[in-house]
C-alpha cells in the first residue's frame, strides 16, 4: 500500500535508533492477573500464559500481507519459543505503546514498514522474555543461569535433568526484573528466521474462524447502507425516505454529509431501503470533468516548466548540443484499490467515548479524527484490529472517510446501538478513492554514438499528501515526494537530469496511495523509454541498464540474476502461426527494496496479449520468511497485470463509470503467468516486500511487446487494438 515510508529517508536510516522504543514504558505492566494464575507480559508486544500459549500483539494490520508471520517469527526466534504454542492478536489503538518507528509518534502500517520498523522491538521482546524466564529457572532451581539451556518452548537444566515450560514459569518470570540490555542470537544460529514456516493466520482463514469486520456481528448492531451522491462534492437537497422506512427491517434513515444513510437490521434489509430511497441531489459545487477532459489540461500543462523536483548539470545546454532527441508522452488512469473486502468497519457510541472495530491500518489518524466529531480525548475512542480482506492502500485513508461515515451515521440517528457500515462492491467503486490520474512527458539527448547525454521528465497529477497530516512533512517546496519517487531518485548515471512536476489542485477527485504509489506510474514510464532509447541506441537492454547502474551495486544484481535465471539473450520458443513472442526487463527500487524481472509476452494476431512467464529476483535485505516472500511477489505480479492488461477508472461528466468487477476485472487464473521468485542472500537491513514487487512488472511486459511488434504502449492499460499484426 504505501509510500509513508517516504516521510523522510532520514527517519528510516535513523530508525535503528529508537528500535527499543516500547519496550520498557510507565506504567506497563509486567503481570496480568488471569484468575488464580498470572500471565508474563515482559514488554506490550508478548504475553505468555499460565496455559503455555505465548502470544504476540501485533501492532501492525494484518490484511493479506503476511505481518503476523514475520513478527511472531521474529519474536519466537529470540525466545526460542516452538512455532505451534505462538499466536497473534492485533493490538489496539495506543500510539505511546505502538507507534510504528518510521512513522514519529504515530501508529499505523504502511509504505511497506512493518518488518523494518519492528525487527529490533520484537527481537528485543523475545530476548528480555527468554532472560527473565531464564532467571525465574535459575532461582527456582538453585542453579546457575549459563547453565539454564533454551528450545522449543522448554527450559532444561542439563546437570539436574530439571525441565519446564515456559507457561509453568510465566508467573515467577513475571516477578523479575526487566533486563536492562539483552544479548540478541548471531544470525548463524537462527532457526526460524529465514526458514519457512507456516502462517499464522491460514488456518483461520481456512474454516472460517477468521474474524474480519463483515463477521462481527454484536447484540442489537444495526447495519447501515448509504446513498452517496453520484458526483464528487455533491450534496443532498431532498430526500424521500417513506418507502425506504416501509421496507421490513428498515430501523431509521438520516442525512449525513456523505449522503443519505439507511439504518435496517440486517445487510440485505438496509440495501433494499437505499434501493427505495429518492433522493434529489445538488451538483452545483460537483466536480464534473472527464477523464479525457483532465487528461487535456494535463497535456497542457506538460508543455510548460513545472517546479523542479531533481536537477543536475546543464541540461538544457545538453539538450542544445544533442545529437537525437527521442521523446515520449505517458497516460496513466485513476485505479481503483477494489480489495477483496469493500469498506466497512463498526462503531458503537458507549458512555465515556466510542468503541471501533476495523480492519485498521491508520490508528492514529482515525481516533484523532473521530475523537474530534464527538468532543472527545483521542485515547476515548477504543479501537479493535481486526484482519483486512485487502487493502492495497485503501484502508490507510489520510481523511478517514468510511470511518467518519459510520461515526456520522451513529451521531445523526443518536443510537446507542453498534452500527456496522458496508460498503457494497459499487459503492467501493464509485464512491473513491482512486490512484491518481498521471500524464508523464520524458525526453532524453543522445549522442552520436546513442549514450545518453541529457533526460528531462515532467509529471502531472494530484498530490495525494496535499491537505492531509502529513503535507507538511512530504511536501517540500510544493513538490509532493509521493508524486515524482521512482522519478526524482532514477538511479541511471546521466550527466544532465531534470525532473518537474505540476501539481493540479482543481481537480476534485478523491485520491490516495495504491499499492508501490508513485512507483506505479514511474517505474512504467522510465523503464520502457529506457527501453527506447537502447533500442534506439541499438544495445542490449540489459547490458545499456549495467553500464548505467554502476554506483548502484544492489539494482545491478537483481538485474543480473532475473536476467541470468530468465535465460536473458536465449531464443524463445516460436509461437502459433500469428502469433509473435517477446521478452522485455525492468528494474526498480521502492520501499528501500530492489526487484527485476523478466516477462515473456506472445501477442496474438487481434492483439491480445498473453503473459507466459514472469521471472522476479528480490533484494529486500535478511529475508525474514523466504516463502512469504515469494508469496508476496506472486501476488504482486497478479495485482499489477490486473491493472497493466485491464484497470481503468473512468469519468464521465464527474461520474465514475464503473461498478464492479463485471467492468473493472481483475485478471483471472488463466491469464496468470508462471512466476519464478529468486531472493537476493543478504545481510542488509530487513526492508519491504508488500509492494516491490507491482513496479516493474508492467514495464516489463511491455517491454516484452515492444520486442515482439516493434510498438512501444504509452497508455495503460494495454490496448489490444493498438497491437493488431
Same mark, same amino acid.
Given at each position: 500500500m504505501t509510500t509513508i515510508q517516504n516521510l523522510s529517508r532520514r527517519g528510516f536510516l535513523q530508525g535503528t535508533a529508537g528500535l527499543t522504543l516500547g519496550l520498557a514504558l510507565p506504567g506497563v505492566s509486567l503481570a496480568a492477573k488471569t484468575g488464580a494464575a498470572a500471565s508474563f507480559e515482559p514488554t506490550p508486544f508478548l504475553r505468555i500464559g499460565a496455559d503455555n500459549t505465548v502470544t504476540v500483539i501485533s501492532k501492525h494490520l494484518e490484511m493479506g500481507q503476511g505481518t503476523y508471520t514475520g513478527l511472531a517469527t521474529i519474536v519466537a526466534e529470540e525466545l526460542d519459543a516452538a512455532w505451534a504454542q505462538v499466536k497473534v492478536e492485533g493490538a489496539p489503538a495506543d500510539a505511546k505503546r505502538y507507534n510504528n518507528l518510521f512513522f514519529g509518534g504515530a501508529q499505523g502500517t504502511g509504505g511497506s514498514t512493518a518488518m523494518a520498523n519492528s525487527w529490533g522491538q520484537m527481537r528485543q521482546t523475545g530476548a528480555t522474555a527468554r532472560?527473565?524466564?531464564?532467571?525465574?529457572?535459575?532461582?527456582?532451581?538453585?542453579?546457575?543461569?549459563?547453565?539454564?539451556?533454551?528450545?522449543?518452548?522448554? &527450559?532444561?537444566?542439563?546437570?539436574?535433568?530439571?525441565?519446564?515450560?515456559?507457561?509453568?514459569?510465566?508467573?515467577?518470570?513475571?516477578?523479575?526484573?526487566?533486563?536492562?540490555?539483552?544479548?540478541?542470537?548471531?544470525?548463524?544460529?537462527?532457526?526460524?528466521?529465514?526458514?519457512?514456516?507456516?502462517?499464522?493466520?491460514?488456518?483461520?482463514?481456512?474454516?472460517?474462524?477468521?474474524?474480519?469486520?463483515?463477521?462481527?456481528? &454484536?447484540?442489537?448492531? &444495526?447495519?447501515?447502507?448509504?446513498?452517496?451522491?453520484?458526483?464528487?462534492?455533491?450534496?443532498?437537497?431532498?430526500?424521500?425516505?417513506?418507502?425506504?422506512?416501509?421496507?421490513?427491517?428498515?430501523?431509521?434513515?438520516?442525512?449525513?454529509?456523505?449522503?443519505?444513510?439507511?439504518?435496517?437490521?440486517?445487510?440485505?434489509?438496509?440495501?433494499?431501503?437505499?434501493?427505495?430511497?429518492?433522493?434529489?441531489?445538488?451538483?452545483?459545487?460537483?466536480?464534473? &470533468?472527464?477523464?479525457?477532459?483532465?487528461?487535456?489540461?494535463?497535456?497542457e500543462l506538460a508543455a510548460q516548466p513545472g517546479l523542479v523536483a531533481r536537477s543536475e548539470g546543464d541540461t538544457a545546454g545538453a539538450f542544445a548540443g544533442a545529437a537525437k532527441v527521442v521523446s515520449a508522452s505517458y497516460d496513466f488512469p485513476y485505479l481503483a484499490h477494489a480489495a477483496m473486502e469493500p469498506m466497512n468497519c463498526v462503531v458503537q457510541r458507549t458512555d465515556d467515548g466510542l468503541e471501533v472495530w476495523n480492519g485498521e491500518q491508520f490508528q492514529t489518524v482515525d481516533q484523532a479524527t473521530l475523537a474530534a466529531m464527538f468532543g472527545l480525548p483521542p485515547e476515548k475512542v477504543k479501537i479493535h484490529m481486526l484482519y483486512a480482506g485487502g487493502s492495497f492502500g485503501r484502508r490507510a485513508c489520510t481523511q478517514s472517510d468510511y470511518l467518519r461515515e459510520a461515526a456520522s451515521i451513529v451521531k445523526a440517528s443518536g443510537t446507542r446501538a453498534p452500527v456496522k457500515l458496508v460498503w457494497m462492491r459499487e459503492d467501493d467503486m464509485k464512491a473513491g478513492y482512486y490512484r491518481p490520474l498521471f500524464h508523464h512527458r520524458i525526453e532524453a539527448a543522445l549522442d552520436a554514438d546513442g549514450s545518453i547525454r541529457a533526460w528531462r521528465h515532467r509529471l502531472v497529477g494530484q498530490s495525494i499528501i496535499a491537505g492531509s497530516a502529513f503535507e507538511p512533512v512530504m511536501v517540500k517546496n510544493g513538490i509532493d515526494a509521493v508524486s515524482v519517487e521512482g522519478a526524482a531518485n532514477l538511479p541511471y548515471a546521466i550527466p544532465n537530469l531534470q525532473v518537474e512536476l505540476h501539481t493540479p489542485t482543481d481537480i476534485k477527485v478523491p485520491v490516495l496511495w495504491w499499492r508501490s504509489v508513485g512507483s506505479t506510474h514511474t517505474a512504467y514510464s522510465t523503464e520502457t523509454f529506457l527501453d527506447r532509447l537502447a533500442a534506439e541506441a541499438g544495445q542490449d537492454p540489459v547490458a545499456m541498464r549495467l553500464k548505467l547502474l554502476g554506483k548502484h551495486p544492489r539494482h545491478a544484481a537483481v538485474l543480473k540474476l532475473a536476467a541470468d535465471k530468465a535465460g536473458w539473450g536465449t531464443p524463445l520458443a516460436a509461437g502459433k502461426p500469428g502469433e509473435r513472442r517477446g521478452r522485455g526487463v525492468a528494474v526498480h527500487e521502492s520501499f528501500h527494496s530492489f526487484v527485476a524481472q523478466v516477462a515473456e509476452v506472445t501477442v496474438a494476431a487481434d492483439g491480445s496479449v498473453k503473459v507466459d512467464r514472469i521471472v522476479s529476483a528480490v533484494d529486500c535485505g535478511l529475508a525474514i520468511n523466504p516463502d512469504n516472500v515469494r508469496a508476496q511477489v506472486e501476488g504482486s505480479v497478479g495485482f499489477a497485470l490486473s491493472a497493466a492488461l485491464h484497470g481503468e477508472i473512468t469519468l464521465k461528466d464527474g461520474v465514475v463509470e464503473q461498478g464492479n468487477f463485471g467492468d473493472y476485472a481483475p485478471i483471472r487464473i488463466n491469464e496468470m503467468p508462471t512466476v519464478e521468485v529468486h531472493i537476493v542472500q543478504s545481510a542488509e537491513n530487513r526492508t519491504g516486500i508488500g509492494e516491490p514487487g507491482v513496479p516493474p512488472v508492467a514495464p516489463a511486459v511491455a517491454n516484452a511487446i515492444a520486442a515482439a511488434t516493434g510498438k512501444w504502449l504509452t497508455r495503460l492499460p494495454f490496448q489490444a487494438a493498438a497491437l493488431k499484426a
Open positions: 532472560a527473565m524466564l531464564v532467571s525465574a529457572a535459575a532461582k527456582r532451581w538453585k542453579v546457575p543461569a549459563a547453565e539454564i539451556t533454551v528450545a522449543e518452548g522448554v &527450559l532444561h537444566h542439563a546437570a539436574s535433568g530439571r525441565k519446564a515450560t515456559f507457561g509453568e514459569l510465566a508467573e515467577a518470570a513475571s516477578l523479575e526484573a526487566v533486563p536492562a540490555s539483552v544479548t540478541l542470537k548471531d544470525p548463524k544460529d537462527f532457526r526460524l528466521i529465514g526458514k519457512r514456516a507456516p502462517r499464522k493466520d491460514s488456518a483461520a482463514k481456512t474454516d472460517g474462524s477468521a474474524q474480519f469486520t463483515q463477521d462481527l456481528h &454484536l447484540p442489537g448492531m &444495526l447495519v447501515a447502507v448509504v446513498a452517496h451522491p453520484p458526483r464528487f462534492g455533491g450534496k443532498v437537497k431532498a430526500f424521500d425516505a417513506s418507502k425506504a422506512k416501509a421496507v421490513k427491517g428498515v430501523v431509521d434513515v438520516v442525512a449525513v454529509p456523505a449522503g443519505v444513510a439507511v439504518l435496517a437490521r440486517d445487510t440485505w434489509s438496509a440495501r433494499k431501503g437505499r434501493d427505495a430511497l429518492t433522493v434529489e441531489w445538488d451538483d452545483s459545487a460537483a466536480f464534473k &470533468l472527464g477523464s479525457d477532459e483532465i487528461l487535456a489540461r494535463y497535456r
